[in-house]
Nanobody, 119 residues
Framework: VQLQASGGGLVQAGTSLRLSCAQS????????VGWYRQAPGKQRELVAT??????NYADSVKGRFTISRDNAKNTVYLQMNSLKPEDTAVYYC???????????????WGQGTQVTVSS
């Protein structure tokens, strides 16, 4: 399984971006998908996840960001509205799942896409 993140860029504060994370390769079942971000000099942090159908957001993005998954396209999206300079970071997508019945869970990460928000 490979994850390809895209959609980042340089935008002004108050505007929107949509990140995409395309999954290639087969997987038996998915436990969770999500987006994380890492700003310079900071630890990677959770932005939004979907775990067994339930969504979870960091407090800092609630009401502004929306995570969704298109199962037909094997793609996870992160719609980011009302962007702020503090949203500037490299954004990573993540998938946790099993490759077969009874297998262990595997943790996959995309390569990251840079989001820069100017004031």
């Amino acid at each position: 399984v490979q994850l390809q993140a895209s959609g980042g860029g340089l935008v002004q504060a108050g505007t929107s971006l949509r990140l995409s994370c395309a999954q290639s390769g087969s997987i038996f079942s998915i436990s969770a998908v999500g987006w994380y971000r890492q700003a310079p000099g900071k630890q990677r942090e959770l932005v939004a996840t979907i775990t067994r159908g339930s969504t979870n957001y960091a407090d800092s993005v609630k009401g502004r960001f929306t995570i969704s998954r298109d199962n037909a396209k094997n793609t996870v999206y992160l719609q980011m509205n009302s962007l702020k300079p503090e949203d500037t970071a490299v954004y990573y997508c993540r998938l946790v799942g099993r490759i077969g019945p009874g297998s262990s869970e595997y943790d996959y990460w995309g390569q990251g896409t840079q989001v820069t928000v100017s004031s």
